[in-house]
């Protein structure tokens, strides 16, 4: 009879629909707790519960009003209710709110909080033991107004051969509303931006901190800013080193190749826009004509460069010399004068009888070949129009028949003119 009874309960042991009913069973138990509602007491305490002030937008456009001095930022709250209800609430959830949209006029106030939870939470189950604080102390103050400049600083790289000018900011100002108590710490606003190394203007929307003089963060509760973000641009110029140079025109005999110049100094560094820069490869302090001396000419240029374009390296004149290499001359007398281009209807009447010309040569003999009737001296009236009188008017020289000869220096002649 037992060795019967002992197989029987071997074979239900064994059997699989046995098991299959004891997993049915174990399953349905655990649903039945986990879904049963906890009506037993819960309780919890939540550290670090964020103080709210609601209406303080309206408090301030409707009535200037702002607050400060919150004599603290977050409470402590005990809390008892189901487990189920309490237990999946962290500090974070909860918010102790003041709400102080119907404040009037400024004054110091100790008002007690409300506590809001978040959608799901049944407040019906939720008893509170205590809070600590129970109340809020805070001031209502009038706001006052007050304009800080922007300054920043630029986190990235400037490339070589590229020079970084002041940063620009847009807006240059923050306009700040709020208590004048908060108002007289800020000094300034601060502005991080940028990053890797740049070759041309940066430029990048960003936020800003208000700081103290000492640079010390100030917070922007209960403010109102002008602008919340701004664009930082850290300008770059591009730098090269041009040569300064001449103009050299022709006359007298002589071109550039038969000159010695000399520039002191002999270069430039300049900096500007990427493009700009690019297109300059020297800087031509002025024109010097060959025929206004004989041998050799000084002059200091001032150095002028386009709005667009700084001169980095601050010199603003430039010393030119130009010697005149292996020329000869030779004096000459000349009676052979006229005029062109007389304007109709008036007469001009030479008054010079006669002009002695410095002619200038690389070759002796050409200078040798010239008589004076090769020489004539032509002044053109063109620009006088209907002007009567006397004038001194520059002349022109003219040499036929011998080729590589010029005359130098300035050529005047007394010419009257009279109405016909």
């Known amino acids: 009879m037992q060795m019967n009874q002992k197989k029987t309960i071997s074979k239900i042991y064994n059997s699989k629909v046995f098991w299959i009913v004891i997993s049915l069973l174990c399953s349905f138990v655990m649903w039945a ?16 519960v964020q103080v709210e002030f609601a209406g303080q937008e309206k408090l301030l456009s409707d009535r200037n009003l702002s607050i400060s001095d919150v004599d603290t930022q977050s409470v402590t709250v005990t809390l008892k209710g189901s487990r189920s209800n309490i237990g999946k609430l962290r500090a974070s959830d909860i918010k102790a709110v003041i709400d102080v949209s119907n404040i ?16 799901g939470i049944d ?12 109340t809020i102390n805070f001031t209502v103050v009038k706001n006052a107004t007050k304009t800080v400049s922007i300054k920043g600083s630029f986190e990235g790289e ?31 606003a601060w502005v991080t931006f940028g990053e890797g190394t740049i070759d041309s203007t940066y430029s ?14 100030v917070s922007t509760t209960g403010l109102v800013l002008s602008a919340k973000v701004v664009t930082a641009t850290q300008p770059i110029l591009k730098t090269k080193e041009v040569p300064l140079t001449v103009n050299l025109i022709p006359g007298g005999g002589v071109d550039a190749d038969d000159c010695t110049v000399t520039i002191e100094p002999k270069t430039l560094k300049i900096a500007g826009d990427t493009r700009l820069v690019d297109d300059i490869n020297s800087i031509v302090l002025g024109n010097i004509d060959l025929a206004s001396f004989q041998t050799s000419y000084t002059h200091t240029f001032a150095i002028t460069l386009a709005d667009e374009v700084q ?10 010399t130009v010697e005149v290499r292996g020329t000869h001359t030779k004096s000459f007398t000349t ?50 129009g209907t002007t009567t009188g006397q004038v001194i008017a520059t002349g022109t020289v003219y040499v036929s028949r011998v080729d590589g000869v010029g005359a130098v220096g300035d050529i005047r002649v007394s010419v009257t003119i009279t109405k016909d």
């Open 104 to 119: 009037k006029q400024p004054n110091d106030m100790t008002w007690a909080y409300e506590l809001q939870y978040p959608d």
């Open 311 to 320: 001169n980095l390296t601050g010199v603003t004149e430039a010393k030119v």
């Open 158 to 188: 400037i490339a070589e051969g590229c020079v970084a000018e002041e940063f620009v900011f847009e807006p240059s100002t923050i306009v700040i509303e709020g208590p004048e108590e908060t108002l007289a710490k800020i000094d300034h």
């Open 335 to 384: 009676d052979n004068i006229s005029c062109k281009n007389v304007t109709s209807g008036y007469s001009a009447k030479i008054d010079t009888e006669s002009i002695e010309i410095m002619l200038r040569s690389k070759d002796t003999a050409a200078l040798d070949k010239i008589r004076p009737d090769d020489i004539s001296v032509v002044v053109d009236l063109k620009d006088y």
């Open 33 to 48: 707790y986990i879904t049963s509602p906890d009506t037993g007491d819960f309780q919890k305490t939540f550290r670090g």
């Open 123 to 134: 407040t019906s189950d939720i008893t509170v033991i205590s809070k600590t604080p129970e």
């Open 204 to 217: 990048e929307e960003v936020g800003y901190k208000l700081m103290t003089a000492d640079g010390q963060e």
